[in-house]
């Protein structure tokens, strides 16, 4: 069974850091690419960040490039997200996504306010 769980999440001050990670379970996750997608209330989900397998190659939304960075540890079977420079714009539910297998996470809530 596929599962995905994230945690990290949380309340931080505006140009605060947090970092997300993703346990993967029940499929070859070192051959899977990982995907980080966000949801702002009444906003559509949209596509943070990407890693392809064995950290290739990573893509980024323009919103968060130079702020936030994704990996993985392979050994771990976790993708991580680290967010930096944190914007209220970046308030949202975050979701750990295995595009291959279709599988989501539950969501972890980040809240960036003061």
């Known amino acids: 069974q596929v599962q995905l769980v994230e945690s990290g999440g949380g309340l931080v001050q505006p140009g605060g850091s947090l970092r997300l990670s993703c346990a993967a379970s029940g499929f070859a996750f070192r051959l899977d690419s990982m995907r980080w997608y966000r949801q702002a209330p009444g906003k559509e989900r949209e596509l943070v960040a990407h890693i392809s397998t064995f950290s290739s190659g990573t893509s980024y939304a323009d919103s968060v490039k130079g702020r936030f960075t994704i990996s993985r540890d392979n050994a771990k079977n976790t993708v991580y997200l680290q967010m930096n420079s944190l914007k209220p714009e970046d308030t949202a539910v975050y979701f750990c996504?295995?595009?291959?297998?279709?599988?989501w996470g539950q969501g972890t809530q980040v809240t960036v306010s003061s």
């Open positions: 996504n295995a595009p291959v297998r279709g599988a």
